[in-house]
């Protein structure tokens, strides 16, 4: 083992033992060990020093072993040592001489760098110099030409400011302070940018109320060349906000409002006292709100005049920094403000006008319940106030604003107002309800009509035009104040549709009309009186946001007074029917036949027997329920429809009227004849003619009459048997055969009436093919028969049916 390893390898062995690990261990404290051997209650001194001692001599004899076993080692490493010191001693001296050799060095050098550093300083004192006797020369050069261009007059003002400014830049560049040049100008120079400044205000002011964009493009390039004119503009927007606050501050004062309010009572008020108005929400008398209101709206108006004058300059002086452009750095005099600002010039202005508007609206109506409702109550007037501001802003900043397209800087100001909007639509609301609800008696006593009359009619107009004409500015209010509308007209509809009678009375045709019948009538005269009004007060706001809820209303009134008809009619209808049906019970086959009623208006014409029944109810019809209605157009739409139904079931009838002969036939035309004078009277009544009012009808009706007394062989050519209906036609065909082509009637086991209510609800396609099974049924009792011909009647028939299914079946 090497003598290194040995010396590691005996700490290693004395480590090992348990008695020397504390003292071997890192942050040995001898006092605190010392401490811990005797702190116990049974301790020996005695022993732990003889313990102690034990381990120092363990330790001494350990080391003197070590010395012995490793003495040629250690010796060498001791005359290493002397070696070592000697070289070190050496060194030393070198490096003492080196110190002296720097210190003389630096000495040396330090007096150098001072004589430098003297001369430096001297010379920046002479550059400082040279530039402040520079600056100083500037400044009385540029002193002296401000002079001349003042001299010049205010034309020179713009180059003047550019000297200005730059005197500005030097004095605040350059401390030229205590220079008694520079000190004697100043004065001059304050009181020279003082005036440039005063005629730049001038003439801006000027500029702006006048219009006029030199004036105004000048005193900005005055300004500018100042160096100001951002903090300029940002001023005079400042100014225009301040004074609209105090504006409107002015406009919803209430101390101020009920103030002017006295001062014109006193003004009108004739003789006695005058009432004293301290708060008017409950102190003013009801006839003085309507005075107090039109104080409030004039201050509005005040104030939107303000807000637009204003406006009007803010947009001519964006239009000036627009074309403006500094000429070094060529950026518009309006980006400059925008970066000071921080946004664009006017959408600061009317956020700014907007923001304060809600404060203080929001801060006078928290103070007085009776300005708010007032603002409620006059919300359209309020609205429209500044509707008309904007519509004359838009023509200064080319914006569109008009009742359906918004521009954009009146979207935030009018958005603040519609606060009050929900108010007003629902007393709007309530008062069109209360309008209508007035109309119709809650329990209407013993005589009083149940219905409302043409006034209460009159003044549920006269409110609906009202709203329409407060709202008709804003196609929003519009929008709302029409379906409000929409609400009300609607009630009025359901009230008349619960009035509307359903009894049997109200569908018979009588000796005179029934209450029923009466109470029908004025409903449907009111209704239509009522759409008639509205109809014309849609007139002025077609194409607009109240057009779609009114017509949907007037849709609802038509369809009511259709529910009210139609039943009535149809009623009628069935009346006339069985009417029509008692001309299968007379005889129009023999001679002896002709005993006929006559015309109750003396002609000789014949007539059949029961034309006499058809002819009064008509003229009851007519006067009874058409002559008491006053629904104009649609009145003589009904008299139409009635007249053309009524015609329909007679020659319905007729078609199927077997057997006729030649005088049956002329009685069956004088018939139709007849009902075409009646049918003439009727509809005369309303200015209106068979033959050219009802065109197709009289078509059909002399077609018919044609029919009647053509050859059976030229039925397929005649050309005017295409106004009638083929089944119309085929029933005539088969009425010539009789009796041995059957009708409908003999194959089916129906009544006249229940063929003619079969028609009604079926289609005429179906009604052929009911047709052709009677000629089936006729083919197959020939057969059955044994017969090899057919009838004369049967091949046209036949011919035609099936012409008239393949027209039908392509349809």
Not at 53 to 79: A, M, P, T, W
Not at 158 to 163: G, R, Y
Not at 168 to 197: C, F, M, N, Q, W
Not at 546 to 561: F, G, I, Q, R, V
């Amino acid at each position: 083992m090497s003598p290194v390893a040995d010396d590691a390898a005996a700490p290693a062995d004395l480590l090992d033992q348990q008695d020397f690990r504390d003292y071997s261990a890192a942050g040995f404290e001898p006092a605190a060990h010392a401490t811990r051997l005797v702190s116990g209650d049974e301790v020996d001194i005695s022993e732990v020093l003889g313990r102690l001692s034990y381990s120092i001599d363990f330790l001494n004899k350990r080391i003197n072993e070590q010395v012995v076993r490793h003495y040629g080692s250690l010796l060498n490493q001791v005359n290493e040592l002397n070696s070592t010191e000697a070289a070190m001693a050496v060194i030393r001296q070198r490096h003492q001489a080196l110190q002296q050799s720097f210190g003389r060095i630096k000495s040396r050098l330090t007096g150098q760098y001072t004589q430098i550093q003297q001369c430096h300083q001297q010379i920046v004192r002479a550059q400082a110099l040279n530039e402040t006797l520079r600056q100083v020369d500037r400044f009385l050069r540029l002193v002296a030409r401000l002079d001349v261009d003042m001299a010049a007059g205010s034309s020179e003002y713009a180059k003047t400011a550019l000297h200005v400014f730059e005197l500005e830049s030097i004095l605040a560049e350059t401390d030229l302070s205590g220079i008694v040049a520079v000190d004697r100008e100043r004065p001059l120079v304050a009181a020279h940018k003082d005036a440039i400044e005063t005629h730049a205000r001038k003439t801006l002011g000027e500029g702006l109320v006048e219009q006029g964009q030199a004036k105004v493009a000048e005193a900005l390039q005055i300004y500018s060349n100042l160096g100001v004119m951002p903090a300029r503009v940002k001023a005079l927007l400042d100014g225009f906000v301040a004074g609209i606050v105090k504006e409107m501050h002015r406009a919803l004062d209430m101390i101020s409002l009920n103030a002017e309010m006295k001062e014109t009572q006193q003004r009108t008020t004739s003789g006695g006292g005058v009432r004293r108005v301290n708060e008017p929400a409950s102190a003013v008398a009801t006839s003085n709100v309507a005075v107090w209101a039109n104080i409030l709206w004039t201050r509005t108006e005040r104030l939107t005049d303000a807000i637009y004058a204003d406006a009007v300059k803010l947009y001519l002086l964006g239009k000036v920094l627009a074309r403006k452009r500094d000429p070094i750095t060529h950026i518009s005099f309006l980006d400059q403000v925008v970066e000071l600002l921080g946004g664009d010039l006017t959408t600061l202005f009317w956020q700014a006008v907007s923001q304060n508007l809600d404060k203080e609206l929001r801060l006078a109506t928290k103070a007085s319940q009776f300005l708010l409702q007032v603002l409620q109550a006059g919300y359209p007037r309020f609205m429209r106030i500044f509707h008309d501001l904007f519509t004359r802003v838009s023509l200064v900043s080319g914006s569109v604003f008009n009742e359906s397209e918004k521009s954009s800087e009146s979207q935030m100001p009018l958005k603040i107002l519609s606060s009050f909007e929900s108010a007003y639509v629902s007393r709007s609301l309530t008062r069109l309800l209360d309008t209508v609800n007035a109309a119709f008696p809650e329990k209407p006593t013993p005589g009083q009509r149940m219905t409302v009359s043409r006034d209460d009619v009159d003044k549920i107009v006269r409110t609906v035009s009202s709203e329409l004409d407060v709202a008709k500015f804003d196609g929003h209010l519009l929008r709302l104040a029409a379906k409000n509308i929409h609400k009300a007209l609607n009630m009025y509809t359901v009230k008349c549709e619960h009035l509307t009678p359903t009894d049997a009375s109200a569908y018979q045709i009588g000796v005179s009309i029934t209450g029923s019948q009466q109470l029908s009538i004025d409903i449907l005269n009111c209704v239509a009186h009522l759409e008639a009004s509205v109809w014309r007060l849609l007139e002025d706001f077609e194409g607009t946001a109240a057009d779609a809820p009114l017509t949907e209303s007037l849709n609802n009134m038509a369809k009511l007074m259709q529910n009210v008809v139609e039943p009535l009619f149809q009623s009628f209808a069935v009346e006339f029917e069985a009417v029509a049906s008692k001309m299968h019970r007379e005889d129009y086959a023999s001679r002896a036949s002709s005993q006929a009623a006559r015309v109750p208006t003396g002609r000789s014409t014949e007539t059949s027997v029961y034309f006499a029944e058809l002819s009064a109810k008509l003229k009851w019809v007519a006067r009874e329920i058409l002559g008491r209605l006053q629904c104009d157009d649609d009145t003589r739409e009904w008299a139409m429809s009635f007249s053309a139904r009524v015609l329909e079931i007679v020659m319905r009838h007729a078609s199927m009227t077997r057997p006729v002969n030649e005088q049956g036939k002329l009685r069956i035309a004088a018939d139709m004849t007849q009902l075409e004078y009646l049918l003439n009277q009727i509809i005369g009544a309303y200015d209106l003619k068979l033959d050219a009012d009802m065109v197709e009808a009289h078509r059909t009706l002399r077609a018919f009459r044609h029919l009647l007394f053509i050859d059976l062989a030229h039925i397929p050519n005649t050309p005017q048997l295409a106004h009638l209906s083929p089944v119309l036609v085929i029933h005539q065909i088969l009425v010539r055969a009789h009796p041995v082509i059957p009708l409908p009637t003999q194959v089916f086991g129906w009544s006249e009436t229940e063929y003619s209510v079969w028609l009604d609800s079926h289609t005429t396609a179906q009604a052929l093919d009911a047709l052709d099974k009677c000629l089936g049924f006729y083919v197959q009792d020939v057969t059955r028969r044994g017969e090899t011909q057919y009838c004369i009647e049967y091949p046209v028939a036949r011919s035609l049916l099936t012409l008239y299914l393949k027209q039908y079946a392509d349809a």
